[in-house]
C-alpha cells in the first residue's frame, strides 16, 4: 500500500467507450494467504419480470478476442493471484489505472478508489506477507498486465475489476 499516486496520462474519459471488465474471483483461504484468479468477465444484463428490475451478472469469458486484456489467450486463460487476508480489498467493483508507483519506482496498475485506503496495485510477489492489501501476481504477469493495460487507457478504454468470491 501507498500514500500518493500520480496518473501517467490524462484522467479523461471518451464517454463512448465500452472499457473492458475483469474479474477477480477468491477461491480459497489458507492462513493468511487468499488465493484466487483473474480473468475476462463477460457482464450480461438479466431482467427480473417477477421483481421488474435489470442486474447484472458476470462470467468468465473464454473468447480470445476479449483474453487479449490478460496476454497471450493462448496460455493466458485465468491468471493467479494471491492477498493477504488481514488487507484484502472489499467485493465491488473498481476501476483500474497505470500510474507510477513511489514505492516501487515504476509503472504499476493501481486500483482506484478502495473504500478507506490507497495505494493498492497489482505486484508481484509469491507471498501474503508481501502485500498490505495490493493484489500479487507473478513477475512476469506484472509486466505484461501493466503493458496491456497502459495500452487500453492510453485509448481512454476504462477498465474495471470485479472483486468477488467464488460460489
Request: with cysteine; charged share 25%; net charge positive.
Amino acid at each position: 500500500m501507498e500514500t500518493s499516486s500520480k496518473p501517467l496520462l490524462g484522467g479523461g474519459r471518451s464517454s463512448h467507450s465500452v472499457g473492458r471488465t475483469l474479474r477477480l474471483i477468491r477461491a480459497s483461504r489458507d492462513g493468511k494467504a487468499v488465493r484466487g484468479c483473474l480473468c475476462v468477465a463477460r457482464v450480461t444484463t438479466q431482467y427480473d419480470s417477477q421483481q421488474s428490475r435489470s442486474y447484472e451478472s458476470s462470467s468468465c469469458s473464454r473468447s480470445p478476442q476479449e483474453l487479449e486484456i490478460l496476454g497471450d489467450p493462448e496460455k493466458d486463460m485465468e491468471i493467479a493471484t494471491l492477498e493477504n487476508a488481514d488487507y484484502i480489498i472489499p467485493v465491488g467493483i473498481y476501476e483500474i489505472r497505470v500510474t507510477w508507483s513511489p514505492r516501487f519506482k515504476r509503472l504499476l496498475p493501481l486500483v482506484m478508489q478502495v473504500p478507506g485506503r490507497s495505494g493498492i496495485r497489482f505486484h508481484r510477489g509469491t507471498k501474503p506477507e508481501h502485500s498490505k492489501g495490493c493484489i500479487l501476481v507473478s513477475a512476469a504477469m506484472e509486466q505484461e498486465l501493466t503493458a496491456k493495460w497502459l495500452a487500453l487507457q492510453a485509448s481512454n478504454e476504462p477498465i474495471k475489476i470485479i472483486i468477488e468470491y467464488e460460489n
